[in-house]
């Protein structure tokens, strides 16, 4: 079994929301506030995979955008590489991918 994602890492921050608690009527306190950087100072976007054996190989993805062509290379480069590092053969193994749109059917790609 092989399973694999992309993830996008920022430099500074998150994307997503951010909480904290304090009681009602207290001040809001100089640990409350999360600084941040114009711009959001950049993000890389990275593909990985892991097995039952452990981590695969991780590579970056371009632009920080995946498409179908960036997708079938990394599956025939990077995927490929990860199978042969543990000695898995192509026909034995489960692949678990997301459900992201440009994955579709890749299968004819992975043979």
């Known amino acids: 079994m092989?399973?694999?994602?992309e993830t996008k890492i920022n430099v500074w921050g998150s994307d997503g929301c951010k909480y904290f608690w304090r009681r009602p009527g207290?001040?809001?306190?100089?640990?409350?506030?999360?600084?941040?950087?114009?711009?959001?100072?950049?993000?890389?976007?990275l593909w990985g995979c892991m097995t039952w054996d452990g981590p695969g190989y991780a590579c970056t993805i371009e632009d920080g955008t995946m498409k179908a062509s960036d997708y079938v290379y990394i599956l025939s480069t990077t995927l490929m590489d990860s199978l042969n590092y543990y000695g898995y053969k192509q026909e034995a193994i489960y692949f678990q991918e997301d459900n992201d749109p440009i994955i579709g059917d890749n299968s004819e790609y992975i043979k």
């Open 26 to 45: 207290d001040k809001l306190q100089p640990h409350h506030l999360d600084l941040t950087v114009k711009g959001g100072a950049g993000s890389v976007m």
């Open 2 to 5: 092989v399973f694999s994602d």
